[in-house]
């Protein structure tokens, strides 16, 4: 784990800030393996990233705050952890992008500290996910009478949320038939994630590689991994019901 305002200094040069737009910052190496999974060449303090205007960053744990307040072209950006235990989360305290106002897209999955002083007032977006904030952190302020079913229930409705939101804005830019193959794009991944079958799977590298005519790679991702983000969370509050009911 590495101090993330150090290891951004190390990382990308001031003078490139200005160029990128795009940065994606992920616990598993490209090979899908954790850190700590040292048989994986990735994991071995290794990173891969391209030049501006996308930078990627595989096998890496952040702590403290990361202020990104010089990447003044950023439109995307994405810090994945990969799971509940503590040693596979991201642990950023603070998020520091007040200047980044062209941001459109953030993604924080799997951070275990929650994250303050994220946005400042002079976007849409960025009010919006701060209203997002502010609902959870009024939840944690009134811990004592939430159990964790609030929780993730409250998650799950972000998540849905900023897909909607990030669907509506996609599809301005979009035709009228790319609209539709986009909506295919997650009724087909909905299938996959509910009933994974051979078919299904099939089904939706057709309409992937459809839309990968109008969308970057990144994008149609993007929209992939929300669908398995909000999947998750609905197998776990099903599960947490279950545990419930039997402890009544």
Not at 41 to 51: A, D, F, I, Y
Not at 116 to 141: A, H
Request: charged share 25%; net charge negative.
């Amino acid at each position: 784990m590495v101090n993330a305002n150090e290891w951004l200094y190390e990382k990308i040069p001031v003078n490139q800030r200005a160029q990128a737009t795009n940065l994606y910052i992920y616990r598993q190496c490209q090979s899908g393996h954790t850190v700590h999974q040292y048989n994986c060449n990735n994991c071995v303090n290794k990173t891969n990233c391209s030049t501006a205007p996308t930078f990627q960053f595989y096998g890496i744990l952040l702590e403290g705050e990361l202020d990104l307040n010089d990447f003044v072209n950023l439109q995307q950006l994405y810090i994945y952890g990969t799971g509940q235990n503590q040693d596979q989360q991201q642990k950023l305290t603070s998020l520091k992008i007040d200047k980044c106002n062209k941001l459109e897209r953030i993604a924080i999955n799997y951070n275990s500290t929650f994250i303050y002083n994220l946005f400042g007032e002079n976007d849409s977006n960025f009010n919006r996910i701060k209203s997002q904030v502010d609902r959870l952190t009024s939840i944690i302020r009134n811990v004592k009478g939430v159990n964790l079913s609030d929780l993730k229930l409250a998650a799950k409705k972000i998540e849905e949320e900023n897909l909607e939101n990030q669907l509506v804005n996609t599809k301005n830019k979009l035709n009228e038939d790319n609209q539709l193959w986009l909506e295919l794009l997650l009724e087909t991944q909905q299938e996959v994630l509910q009933n994974d079958n051979a078919f299904a799977r099939k089904q939706l590298e057709k309409v992937k590689k459809r839309l990968s005519k109008v969308l970057t790679a990144e994008e149609i991702q993007d929209f992939l991994g929300k669908k398995v983000e909000i999947n998750e969370l609905e197998i776990e509050l099903n599960n947490l019901k279950i545990q419930e009911s039997q402890n009544d």
